[in-house]
């Protein structure tokens, strides 16, 4: 039977992230019961920034598209209209796409919130942020994208976008979140991922019904009019009196 040399293993004396030494196989009992701890430190400390930041909006997108990128203006248009519809806008937290939905709710005077990660090539909080939390591990930032939100808006993106949606979709087909709307902004740049979930759907691998779960579309005011219907007046939810930079919306009381 083969067995593990301790500290043989690839990532154990290289400096490795967080993610890496959790992933990386098995420890003593005393040091798995200590990376379990730090993953509760993180929720701790993301529940406790993010518990007054109101039903949010998440927005996925590609840290990678600048400013002079026109991915970045829609960005910016979607944030200023999510905010404008009373929602908190939250992103990863990073630069790019991210920064661009973030810096669109500040423009609208609306709240902007981010859940950044330690990466390898640290990435900074963007400067759109009113409030933010950075957290370690991947799938405890991941929990809390999903945790606050009651829409998810995925903007042109590479790998971690495509996780994070794919996630959004298996948690909402699954019936582990409610059937929150999922809307994608960028026509062209999602047709090639529209076309590999009908060759799925055609495969029987997924429902045709599931093809239902999204809505593709460049327009930002079908993105309001689609959350609208199937957020706010689905969950009841209420827009805020004052300025959402003020106070957070809320719940329509039972």
């Not at 890496?20 to 993180?42: F, N």
């Not at 979140?177 to 026509?187: E, S």
Request: hydrophobic share 40%; aromatic share 10%; proline share 6%.
């Amino acid at each position: 039977m083969l067995r593990l040399l301790p500290g043989e293993r690839e990532g154990v004396r290289s400096g490795s992230r967080p993610d890496r030494v959790l992933l990386e196989g098995p420890h003593s009992r005393r040091k798995d019961l200590w990376l379990v701890l730090r993953t509760v430190r993180d929720f701790i400390t993301g529940f406790r920034t993010l518990h007054f930041a109101g039903p949010c909006v998440t927005v996925f997108g590609s840290a990678r598209y600048t400013e002079s990128h026109p991915y970045y203006s829609l960005g910016r248009d979607v944030g200023k209209a999510l905010a404008g519809m009373g929602f908190t806008v939250m992103t990863g937290g990073g630069p790019g796409l991210m920064e661009a939905a973030n810096r669109g709710a500040r423009d609208a005077g609306g709240r902007s919130v981010g859940c950044n990660i330690e990466l390898p090539k640290e990435q900074a909080p963007n400067g759109y942020l009113d409030r933010s939390v950075t957290c370690r591990y991947f799938f405890v930032r991941k929990v809390l994208l999903f945790k606050y939100s009651y829409a998810f808006v995925a903007l042109p993106g590479g790998f971690g976008t495509l996780d994070e949606l794919m996630e959004a979709l298996t948690l909402i087909q699954t019936g582990k979140i409610a059937n929150f709307p999922v809307v994608l902004v960028g026509t062209a740049y999602w047709r090639p991922f529209q076309q590999l979930l009908a060759q799925l759907a055609a495969a029987g691998t997924i429902d045709p019904a599931d093809l239902r779960l999204l809505l593709v579309t460049d327009d930002v005011a079908e993105v309001v009019r689609h959350i609208e219907r199937h957020a706010v007046r689905r969950f009841g939810l209420v827009a805020p009196t004052r300025l959402l930079g003020e106070r957070a919306p809320r719940r329509q009381a039972a």
